[in-house]
């Protein structure tokens, strides 16, 4: 039995930083695990000029500390300039652009109504290989909330594959046997993440003695069957799958409320819950594929120098972490990891 893994150093490939106070408490957490992370647009106001863009990225860099690199995405809006995109991509202040279809999830009131309204957009991504990163859910209030990522596939995500062949997409934090298929089949420029909680739980865990509004998020955690289909793609070896927390922080007032937030805020244990999965499948040899090699390829960056490691070892998971607008509930929290993060390996 594996009880010590070395792995290069990884990277989150789907991030929620926020901002002022919220960032300055959770950007360690992310540091501390990980050499670089995409960080998602999704503030209020969108991130979506390259100026706000660029400002972000050096509070980020001042929450985290040294050693930690965020890799900046743009917001993208009915009708934005594709001249902004690609000076913000050519100047090296943006990686990618996040499709938010509006009202699909937190923040994304100024997300995109109509892929029509961005096709100018995609063809210079496509053109200039700036990728497109995708919340893969439709916003019909006729389409059932746990059906709304298999008919994203259908209605949209089908369409923009075939018309955009050589743009780079990643299907993010796909939950369903549908989207783990759709990407297996799909041509080398399709790839998705996986997060660490749906990789642990199906839709009866929100509901478990009572309603947990901190295992609440979007896309929503759907049957055991598709958890079953994502542990496979994850654990597969395919270069297509890799490792994106989508860690998502709210305010305790916020989630426990009447109407609350979506978001599972998992950035202390993320790498914890992770290996935990791949040992259970017994597939410890394919966690660093997925953590810190598939990433970097997709995205045709280097990997990381230098090395992590996890032990087995008791060890619980932190209940809160301290935020200014109000403590944050951490996944996992009080619970049994098995694993322990041992940090960098010198
Ligand atoms: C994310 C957030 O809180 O920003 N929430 C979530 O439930 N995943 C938004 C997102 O990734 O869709
Ligand atoms: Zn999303
Ligand atoms: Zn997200």
């Not at 609440?216 to 994106?244: D, E, M």
């Not at 259970?280 to 997925?290: S, V």
């Amino acid at each position: 039995m594996t009880d010590h893994l070395v792995i290069r150093r990884p990277d989150d490939w789907h991030v929620h930083l926020r901002d002022g106070a919220m960032l300055e408490a959770v950007a360690p957490h992310t540091a501390r695990q990980f050499a670089r992370a995409i960080v998602m647009p999704n503030l209020v106001p969108p991130a979506s000029s390259v100026d706000a863009v660029r400002a972000y990225a050096a509070r980020i860099r001042k929450a985290a500390g040294p050693g930690f690199e965020p890799l900046m995405t743009c917001y993208l809006t009915d009708g934005i300039s594709p001249d902004e995109i690609e000076r913000g991509y050519a100047e090296g202040v943006w990686v990618a652009a996040k499709l938010y279809p509006a009202h699909a999830t937190t923040n994304s009131a100024h997300g995109v109504t109509d892929i029509a309204k961005i096709a100018p957009a995609l063809e210079r991504m496509q053109r200039i290989g700036m990728k497109l990163l995708v919340h893969g859910e439709v916003t019909d209030k006729a389409v059932d909330i746990f059906d709304r990522e298999a008919v994203f596939i259908e209605r949209t995500m089908k369409r923009l594959v075939k018309d955009f062949p050589a743009l780079k997409i990643v299907f993010e934090h796909i939950t369903t046997k549908e989207a783990a298929e759709f990407v297996t089949a799909g041509p080398a420029t399709l790839a998705a993440t996986i997060t660490p909680h749906h990789l642990a739980i199906d839709r009866n865990a929100i509901f478990e003695g009572g309603i947990r509004p901190h295992l609440y998020c979007l896309p929503i955690a759907k049957r055991s069957i598709h958890r079953t289909a994502l542990r496979k793609a994850a654990v597969s070896g395919s270069p297509k799958f890799f490792l994106g927390t989508d860690t998502a922080p709210h305010a305790v007032h916020t989630k426990e409320a009447a109407c609350g937030c979506a978001g599972i805020f998992n950035a202390p244990v993320a790498l914890e819950a992770y290996v935990r999965v791949f040992d259970e499948e017994g597939a410890l040899d394919r966690f660093e594929g997925f953590a810190s090699l598939h990433g970097p390829a997709f995205y045709g960056l280097p990997v990381n120098e230098g090395r992590i490691a996890l032990s087995r070892a008791s060890v619980k998971a932190p209940e809160r972490v301290a935020a200014g607008p109000g403590d944050v509930v951490c996944y996992l929290g009080g619970q049994e990891l098995g694993w322990r993060f041992e940090g960098p390996v010198v």
